[in-house]
């Protein structure tokens, strides 16, 4: 099991996430390497796994998700590695073993496996049944992914242009199109708390990465419908969308409601992505309240 755990890196991307690190890497043995890639430029992190030889921390300027995994991909020497967010409960050292194990039993001939995810929305979240070990998705959840480095290498990794959402939609499709397909381990079961990743105490930070994963979310979504289907079919779909989001704009401005920002970000994050405008927007540029 030792050599099977020696085959497996794990990847963690934070942003403000000391204290849920402290408690992941507990449950990861030692004979596995963790590359931590911090965006916020945590200092303290070296100091709070100083004693940990097999975690090697790198910081660097916040450039999105999918571009922390590309970078932390170049420094990887095992043949696989793990993607998980410090929001994700559940893996260990059983996990690991589990995903290299069915990775050679399909013949390492898939884009990416990712596990059952025990607190998904059924509306939101698709799965496979568990009447399944194993079975092919259209797509996995970015929170928990596991790789083989060459078809990571070879499908090109994610789009460095997508700074948050859609980049493991994005990075899926054009595998299946090299012919790599997607699976689901549904033996592996995790939770993730969405959203518990960052620390903040206070209520105005908390409703700007609200607000900041709105305008992102929608941002990547026409990014990606306009990549792979091109434009005129993405404003034909996007055209309804646009239509509501406006119309709710003018609403809860009239009655000063407080959610004419999230649907200000929408209408702001969509339009950006249109113009073909970079996914510039950052915390500190995001509004609390309009």
């Known amino acids: 099991m030792s050599k099977i755990l020696n085959e497996i890196s794990i990847v963690l991307v934070c942003y403000n996430s000391s204290f849920k690190l402290k408690k992941f890497v507990q449950k990861i043995p030692n004979e596995t390497n963790i590359f931590i890639i911090d965006n916020s430029r945590d200092y303290s992190l070296k100091k709070i796994f100083r004693h940990k030889k097999n975690i090697k ?123 790599y397909q997607a699976y689901q381990l549904n033996i592996v079961k995790v939770k993730h708390e969405k959203g518990k990743a960052v620390k903040t105490s206070n209520p105005n930070d908390v409703k700007k990465l609200e607000n900041l994963y709105t305008w992102h979310f929608i941002w990547s979504k026409y990014y990606y419908f306009d990549k792979h289907y091109g434009k005129f079919l993405s404003l034909i779909y996007f055209t309804p969308i646009l239509i509501r989001i406006l119309f709710r704009m003018f609403i809860y401005k009239l009655i000063k409601s407080n959610k004419f920002t999230k649907y200000y970000c929408r209408w702001d994050g969509l339009k950006s992505s249109i113009l073909n405008k970079k996914s510039s927007m950052r915390l500190y540029k995001i509004p609390s309240n309009l």
């Open 57 to 179: 921390i790198y910081f660097k300027k916040n450039d999105g998700y999918g571009s922390s995994i590309n970078f932390a991909a170049k420094k990887i020497k095992t043949p696989y590695f793990l993607v998980v967010q410090p929001d994700v409960t559940g893996i260990k050292k059983s996990s690991l073993i589990k995903f290299y194990k069915y990775a050679k039993k399909i013949k390492d001939k898939f884009s990416v496996i990712g596990p059952h995810f025990l607190n998904a929305s059924k509306s939101g979240h698709f799965q496979t049944s568990l009447k399944y070990k194993i079975k092919e998705i259209h797509n996995v959840h970015g929170s928990t992914m596991f790789f083989n480095k060459k078809i990571f290498n070879k499908n090109k990794g994610f789009d460095k242009n997508i700074f948050l959402y859609w980049e493991e939609t994005d990075y899926n499709k054009r595998a299946s199109n090299n012919g």
